[in-house]
């Protein structure tokens, strides 16, 4: 049973960085499509950004573009969300979520397994 467990949030001010970390057990994450995602209070969740279980694909949400990168490392089993430049309107609920053999496209639907999120939250 895959469990996915995600950490690294907290509390920046406007410009700062953090790096969410999306960590599996109990089965090898490099099988898995991962997919970043993100809720803020009384909004919808969006896709945030996502990474091939290959590795050779990755998405990025236009409303992140040039600020967050994705990125994998399967001898650790986790999956790295970089958050540069943060904003105000960056401060939601994170979540990994992960499918099997996924390749990205479409980058944010099918996910089969979601963590129990990790909270960022950006003052000014």
């Known amino acids: 049973q895959l469990q996915l467990v995600e950490s690294g949030g907290g509390l920046v001010q406007t410009g700062g960085s953090l790096r969410l970390s999306c960590a599996a057990s109990g089965v090898n994450l490099g099988y898995y499509a991962i997919g970043w995602f993100r809720q803020a209070p009384g909004k919808e969740r969006e896709g945030v950004s996502c990474?091939?279980?290959?590795?050779?694909?990755?998405n990025v949400a236009d409303s992140v573009k040039g600020r967050f990168t994705v990125s994998r490392d399967n001898a650790k089993n986790t999956v790295y969300l970089q958050m540069n430049s943060l904003k105000l309107e960056d401060t939601a609920s994170y979540y990994c979520a992960a499918l099997k053999y996924g390749s990205c496209w479409p980058p944010y639907s099918g996910y089969e397994h979601w963590g129990q999120g990790t909270q960022v939250t950006v003052s000014s």
């Open positions: 990474i091939s279980s290959a590795g050779g694909r990755t």
